[in-house]
Nanobody
Framework: QVQLVESGGGLVQPGGSLRLSCVAS????????MGWYRQVPGKQRELVAA???????NYADSMEGRTTISINNAKNTGYLQMNSLKPEDTAVYYC???????????????WGQGTQVTVSS
């Protein structure tokens, strides 16, 4: 069964940094696209960053310049590096990925379980 497992969340002071990781299960050949989303209670899930199969990236306006999304297929892992964190970045962060399984089968729209990020002094 395909799984995405996230890690790297936690409590950080304003101005600090975190790197979130999203690891695809060993049965996956590669990650070909990924998005990171976040959600706070009572609000809709919003896109933070995304990377296309061609490597193009896009970021939410509020995260531009202080966030980097990347994929390392040698480790079947996607990353979200966040710097200069603000209290309003507090949320549960989720990864969403498109995957390629052995045999070239494309698997779409897989979600991680979420990881809590809290920015507070």
């Amino acid at each position: 069964q395909v799984q995405l497992v996230e890690s790297g969340g936690g409590l950080v002071q304003p101005g600090g940094s975190l790197r979130l990781s999203c690891v695809a299960s060993a049965s996956i050949f590669s990650i070909y696209t990924m998005g990171w989303y976040r959600q706070v209670p009572g609000k809709q899930r919003e896109l933070v960053a995304a990377i296309t199969p061609g490597g193009s990236t896009n970021y939410a306006d509020s995260m531009e310049g202080r966030t980097t999304i990347s994929i390392n297929n040698a480790k079947n892992t996607g990353y979200l590096q966040m710097n200069s964190l603000k209290p309003e970045d507090t949320a549960v962060y989720y990864c969403n990925a498109g995957l390629i399984a052995p045999g070239g089968v494309q698997l779409h729209n897989y979600w991680g379980q979420g990881t809590q990020v809290t920015v507070s002094s």
